[in-house]
């Protein structure tokens, strides 16, 4: 990753290119959980930002007890059994690693950022929850999420089309060349979609695993076209790509740096 696509990552600039012109955007953020929120503009007001930091703040603090309980949960690589009385975020994460045969860390953006939309959708008509590259979306329009893939030149260049009659749905995003998450694999981006959330994101890291070389994308999609609730895959490596089910892959036109948010 050169400087200006580490840049952009740190101060996530991706995240302007799927903001909706009929959202209202806002950002909360504790300790890792750096999440960008939009909700229809009628339903937002300032105290839906508090409230959200609220109910971000009590799954945080729900999984971190846990973690205290159960250690190995924070650092074991594949699924594992889990102690009474865990709470239903924790089981979320660990009901996705099986699924997907990963740690249950490899679920934690895409289970807090459901977990907060749902909350959300008490309140709100449409929602998108976007925690580090994985996305919980309910809308009543199509929206277009940017793909981000590092190095590869199909970086701000394409995007997923996602309709207003998939979601609820989850988009999430795995890679060997981006970011801090841990990834055995060398993919610029595998994006995954489908439900719940935690699913999603635990595949994604599954699939991105898979990925050393170009030739190794369609074990990525081999592996998750395998898993019930997962609706599609796009996975790039360099100047290759390949997908599978519900996946439309249109051209976006990135925004001027000035105007990245």
């Known amino acids: 990753?050169?400087?200006?696509?580490?840049?952009?990552?740190?101060?996530?600039?991706?995240?302007?290119?799927?903001?909706?012109?009929?959202?209202?955007?806002?950002?909360?953020?504790?300790?890792?959980?750096?999440?960008?929120?939009?909700?229809?503009?009628?339903?937002?007001?300032?105290?839906?930002?508090?409230?959200?930091?609220?109910?971000?703040?009590?799954?945080?603090?729900?999984?971190?007890?846990?973690?205290?309980?159960?250690?190995?949960?924070?650092?074991?690589?594949?699924?594992?059994?889990?102690?009474?009385?865990?709470?239903?975020?924790?089981?979320?994460?660990?009901?996705?690693?099986?699924?997907?045969?990963?740690?249950?860390?490899?679920?934690?953006?895409?289970?807090?950022?459901?977990?907060?939309?749902e909350q959300l959708l008490t309140r709100c008509g449409q929602v998108v929850v976007e925690n580090g590259g994985d996305i919980f979306l309910s809308s009543e329009s199509d929206r277009i999420i940017a793909v981000f893939a590092g190095p590869s030149k199909f970086t701000y260049k394409i995007g997923i089309k996602i309709k207003a009659g998939e979601t609820p749905l989850g988009i999430c995003t795995s890679s060997g060349t981006v970011g801090p998450s841990l990834s055995w694999g060398r993919a610029d981006a595998v994006v995954i979609t489908g439900f719940p959330t935690a699913l999603s994101d635990a595949v994604a890291t599954a699939a991105a695993n898979r990925v050393k070389t170009s030739a190794d994308l369609m074990k990525a999609i081999e592996m998750a076209q395998k898993i019930s609730g997962i609706t599609g895959i796009l996975a790039i490596k360099e100047d290759t790509m390949a997908a599978w089910g519900k996946i439309e892959v249109v051209p976006i036109n990135r925004r001027k740096s000035n105007e990245s948010g």
């Open 1 to 117: 990753m050169n400087k200006r696509e580490e840049y952009d990552y740190v101060n996530r600039h991706y995240r302007s290119l799927h903001e909706g012109t009929n959202l209202k955007y806002y950002k909360i953020s504790i300790r890792e959980s750096d999440l960008a929120i939009g909700v229809d503009k009628e339903s937002y007001t300032d105290s839906l930002v508090s409230w959200s930091y609220e109910i971000l703040l009590g799954l945080r603090m729900d999984l971190e007890d846990y973690i205290k309980r159960q250690p190995e949960f924070k650092t074991s690589l594949a699924p594992i059994y889990l102690l009474a009385g865990a709470p239903e975020i924790v089981r979320r994460m660990n009901g996705a690693a099986w699924a997907a045969g990963v740690g249950p860390m490899a679920a934690v953006a895409g289970a807090i950022a459901q977990a907060l939309g």
